[in-house]
């Protein structure tokens, strides 16, 4: 548990030097994809309760909120067959896979298909509106989890997602 906790301070730090450049959301994304590159912790930063997931929905666990909103750090835990609405972000988001395979569908504003990844474990990639519409699922069948560092206080707001489509 020590290890862990170690391991999230380290990211956090990381984090915070990162969004303290104040640069523009597509060069905040960039840095913090980096430096979730070199501090991407293992799926032993969930206990082993919280990586069961749930049955009826994608389980989010908020792990760190910044003192100044600037950021939260969360982690996702998908059952296979679960899957995201089509959405977009209010912020940046960078995302790190720690197991399982996440399988991202991103779409143009018209919502015709532009592109789909499967994202392995240590895969990590980051974006900004606009250009960001897209869906996620779990198409295998094993557990996925994922961590994602969003430029907001997920806490206040309650979701990333600024608008949701059918």
């Known amino acids: 548990?020590?290890?862990?906790?170690?391991?999230?301070?380290?990211?956090v730090a990381a984090v915070r030097q990162a969004v303290d450049v104040?640069?523009?959301w597509t060069k905040t994304a960039e840095l913090v994809a980096d430096e979730l590159r070199t501090h991407l912790p293992g799926p032993e930063l969930l206990t082993p309760g919280q990586r069961l997931g749930e049955p009826d929905r994608?389980?989010?666990h908020l792990l760190h909120v910044e003192p100044d909103g600037a950021f939260s750090i969360l982690s996702l835990v998908w059952r296979?067959?679960?899957t995201t609405r089509i959405h977009d972000h209010i912020?940046?988001?960078v995302v790190g896979v720690l197991s399982g395979v996440e399988h991202e569908e991103l779409f143009d504003e018209a919502l015709n298909p532009i592109g789909a990844r499967d994202t392995p474990p240590g895969e990590v990639s980051g974006?900004?509106?606009p250009g960001d519409i897209h869906r996620i699922r779990n198409i295998g069948d094993e557990i996925a989890i994922s961590l994602h560092i969003y430029g907001t206080d997920i806490s206040?707001?309650?979701?990333s997602?600024?608008?949701y489509y059918n």
């Open 127 to 129: 974006f900004a509106p």
């Open 22 to 24: 104040r640069t523009d």
């Open 58 to 60: 994608v389980a989010g």
């Open 161 to 163: 997602a600024r608008r």
């Open 156 to 159: 206040r707001v309650g979701s």
């Open 80 to 82: 296979p067959g679960q």
């Open 1 to 11: 548990m020590t290890q862990t906790l170690a391991t999230l301070t380290d990211l």
């Open 91 to 93: 912020t940046w988001c």
